[in-house]
């Protein structure tokens, strides 16, 4: 294996969270180096020249494209009907049926969220799985890599990241306050989602947020007593699967003019609207953990490795 | 409905809960799921594509119990489904041929990951080929492109597949960005998502002539963001380094199914959408045409200079996905076949040839560069055959898959009148030559006498499941190189149903 070049050894090390120094002579670009070089002909320029003309008429046909780009689709806008007008396009029978039939068809009093996990589940379906794999991604890339040979985790600074910790009364004290209320009403909203306006994801944000907030103010290690990143993994499995199947059973009985057993029950009741709540809830889960594995693997050290 | 109707709605599913399920399983058992996955969806998708066949009709079906405009729809025809079949079989064979270095190259940690985010891949790549709901296919190119740049990242301690990432999740964005704008400008003026609502709408607003520059915007933003997406030329500067950088099976995933997926979508689009006739009044194909041409040719040139064997490799997927673009870019009925054979073709090759790179980089010290590889075909001589089958398969050699391509786009190009015709004819002679000119000489160095003295070359020993993925690789080449008239029957029936 080649040596990486310098310039990819500091955006490994910027990515991996080391800090990034200014290298004294930061002159060459990220040259493929296995490139043969020809023998080297009498050139009239001297390459320093000849990379400033590159850059220069580099940027200049970017600067071009781009206001190309801006000017365009500005003057598209500017042809697009107008906002809330009352003959857009979009003003037609599907939003009519969303609206008025929405209450019959769905139950959900929030007919956004009838529209989101009813009508056009799918799409849902299909953004659930991007939050994800998003954090999947930002697993490979970010969580602790193990040592091949030891097979311990390479995480340096881990032990002095929790030691600076600050030890802030005051704002433990409010976390104290503030967690428990936050939490209760992220399941205030997620529970509630079909009957106004809230669901899954405002309510799994808000949780979310009461986690990292929980974190911050009393270490990670508290926390990783009861969240660790098997708990994530487990949560995330069930919701998700449920999630799954629970749509399966609902877009085969659809597609195949079967009826749907699951009743609609009262609208306006807490047990109401089929299966938007269940799927409000696995969301929910979803969101919420998908925002606390954001925090801790991109605050240094990663998640808890209790395993 | 018949139950075998229901297959490619229960497929998409599959691949869900598979990639949830990879997410807490041991590496072992997330491989055994990832594979069976696969081999169980290829053969629900064959036994889908049968019926399409023989009822030579597509369907619609309902994702949820709402018609039309208002709930999400699949729809499946015999194009949608040969695709569908096409790819996760070239994909379990992908796989199996790069497991070992899937093992060697991924963190223990993370291989069950790997297996999550193949599954999740494999969902979106399916959803785009059959979804009838274009904010749907917004939906699953998201997914995708988070997915393809966590394949290229997903090896242990390389600086350059992080770089090489980071490019590839800048320009992907950048076309995820344009389409999604092409969708809202598109809503804006019709006020569906729904493919055949939308249609209507569009060519309602066509002969009337309102909206007529939001619409032209469209079609190019559309173009430009999934060409970026695809690697037309120009815009595949960010190809080379991801798909070079990358574990084998994630070269071969990437070059020989990722790409593949959004000229598909950009075929949805322009038949299903926006209606080939507001196409062919932009003028759009002629500036795809024109890329795909350039993009033959300086895809070529570049694979020509190229001392890396991975590297040449993702240059010539930059010329191959070329001819599918000129294929597109023609215009007729024909040429768009010629396009869809060239997708499976080189599905059926590329991943072959990435495969047996990894072949030759584990008996050669785990070098890429071609200095390093003289003999290599020797040490590993299976490796060394599907190289060859592969090599000249791209080239174009009778028998061999390639050559369909080229007869099919050679006709295609005959049957058009003008300057298309001439261009087309002499960028494939030109391309062909050009392609032997850098296969052969690689083949030749790989059987070279004259092995490299100062690489600890060592002798294969390949595992079973590798020889069983080249194997049937090599048998899938000829069967295509063979039959390619079933193919052209299944492909014409599916575009004649297709818009």
Partial sequence: MKQPSRNVARFVNWVEGEEVFPVPEEAERNQKPRKKKAPVKAKPASPEKEKRIFALVYDGISVVVCLTVILTLLVTVSWLPRFGGQDNPAENEVYIRYLEGELEEAGAINAVAGMILDYRAFDTLGESNVLFIAVCSVIILLRADRNRKTGALNIPELENRRALQPDDSIFRGSAALLVPIGILFGIYVILNGHLSAGGGFSGGAIIGASLILYANACGPEKFERAFTFRTYQWISFFALMTYTLLKTYSFYTGANHLESHIPLGTPGAILSSGLILPLNICVGLVVACTMYAFYSLFSKGGFGNGQ | ?499
């Avoid at chain 2, 040969?82 to 899937?102: E, K, Q, R, S, W």
């Avoid at chain 2, 009925?333 to 072949?359: D, N, R, Y």
């Avoid at chain 2, 190009?413 to 030559?433: F, H, N, P, Q, R």
């Avoid at chain 2, 060592?458 to 190189?481: I, R, W």
Wanted: net charge positive.
């Fill in chain 2, 1 to 499: 409905m018949n139950l075998v109707q229901n297959f490619p709605f229960f497929c998409i599913m599959l691949y869900l809960a598979g990639g949830v399920t990879c997410c807490v399983l041991t590496p072992k058992a997330s491989r055994a799921v990832c594979i069976g996955l696969n081999l169980l969806v290829t053969a629900l998708m064959a036994a889908a594509l049968a019926f399409t066949v023989r009822s030579g009709e597509s369907y619609v079906y309902l994702m949820g119990h709402f018609p039309a405009p208002w709930g999400n729809e699949i729809r499946i025809g015999p194009l949608e489904t040969l695709m569908g079949t096409a790819f996760p079989l070239v994909m379990t064979l992908t796989l199996l041929g790069g497991m070992d270095h899937i093992f060697e190259d991924v963190e223990e940690d993370k291989i069950n990951l790997y297996f999550t985010v193949v599954n999740l891949l494999m969902v979106s790549m399916l959803a785009l080929v059959l979804t009838n709901d274009i904010f749907t296919g917004y939906v699953f190119v998201e997914i995708n492109t988070i997915a393809s740049c966590a394949l290229v990242m997903l090896k242990y301690k390389s600086g350059k597949a992080l770089v090489a990432t980071t490019r590839y999740l800048i320009m992907s964005l950048l076309g995820s960005g344009l389409f999604l704008i092409g969708i809202i400008i598109l809503y804006n003026i019709t006020g569906h998502l729904l493919m055949e609502p939308m249609r209507e709408k569009i060519h309602e607003l066509y002969l009337s002539g309102n909206y007529a520059f939001p619409l032209t915007v469209t079609v190019g933003l559309f173009a430009v963001g999934l060409s970026l997406k695809s690697a037309l030329w120009p815009f595949s500067a960010w190809l080379p380094d991801a798909h070079a950088s990358a574990t084998a099976a994630s070269s071969g995933i990437l070059s020989g199914l990722v790409i593949k997926s959004y000229m598909i979508l950009l075929l949805k689009i322009f038949y299903r959408v926006l209606g080939m006739e507001v196409v062919l009044s932009t003028g759009v194909l002629n500036v795809l045409f024109v890329f795909g041409i350039g993009a033959m040719l300086f895809g070529s040139l570049h694979a020509l200079q190229e001392r890396d064997i991975k590297r040449m490799l993702a240059y010539s997927s930059v010329a191959q996905a070329g001819y599918i673009f000129a294929g597109f870019g023609l215009g007729t009925a024909e040429g768009v076949l010629a396009g869809c054979i060239q997708i499976l073709v080189h599905a059926v090759t590329k991943p072959m040839l990435f495969s047996a790179a990894g072949g030759f980089m584990t008996v050669s010290g785990g070098s890429r560069q071609f200095s390093d590889l003289h003999g290599a075909g020797r040490r590993d001589i299976l490796s060394g055959i599907a190289f060859t089958v592969g090599a000249l398969s791209m080239i174009g050699i009778p028998l061999f898959a390639g050559f369909a391509t080229k007869l099919v786009l050679t006709r295609a190009s005959l049957a058009t009148a003008g300057w298309k015709c001439v261009a087309a004819l002499s960028a494939i002679v030109l391309s062909t030559v050009l392609n032997a000119l850098y296969y052969i000489p690689a083949v030749a160095l790989l059987f070279d006498k004259r092995e490299a003295v100062h690489i600890s070359g060592v002798k294969a020993q390949p595992s079973a499941v590798y020889v069983l993925s080249l194997t049937v690789f090599m048998a899938l080449n000829f069967f295509v190189g063979l039959r390619s008239s079933l193919l052209t029957c299944i492909l014409e029936a599916g575009l004649n149903v297709f818009s």
